[in-house]
């Protein structure tokens, strides 16, 4: 039997989760929405949505071009956690750190390919 040890502000966590401050997608059977990711680990994230999916729901996290499966943990008021039911790849994760760090050139990098789709 492993014992979980968790650090300092971790809480509960097993692993230390990213700030971040994105505009993703949230899919479940019944709809598709738009949501905020507050933050993110390899295993888990925190969503604001104008209308969260209820406990126990299984999501489909969209961020960026990255999807991950999951199921709401919990619910208080208009966010929720999500538990992805396998950890992000490493790369993954490497990419919303990259945007996190990097905003200013993640935003031109998107309008420019914005543009050139459109074009």
């Known amino acids: 039997m492993t014992i979980r040890r968790t650090f300092g502000k971790l809480g509960n966590r097993s692993m230390a989760r990213l700030a971040i401050e994105l505009e993703a997608g949230l899919v479940l059977p019944e709809r598709t929405s738009r949501c905020a990711l507050e933050n993110v680990s390899r295993t888990g994230c925190r969503l ?23 199921s709401v943990t919990w619910v208080k008021g208009n966010r929720c956690g999500i538990i992805f039911e396998e950890p992000l790849e490493v790369r993954a994760f490497e990419r919303l750190r990259w945007i996190v760090e990097h905003s200013r050139d993640h935003e031109q990098n998107s309008l420019s ?3 050139a789709v459109w074009r």
């Open 113 to 115: 390919h914005a543009t």
């Open 48 to 70: 604001r949505s104008g209308e969260p999916p209820r406990i126990g729901a299984t999501v489909l996290v969209k961020i960026e071009r990255i999807e991950a499966l999951g």
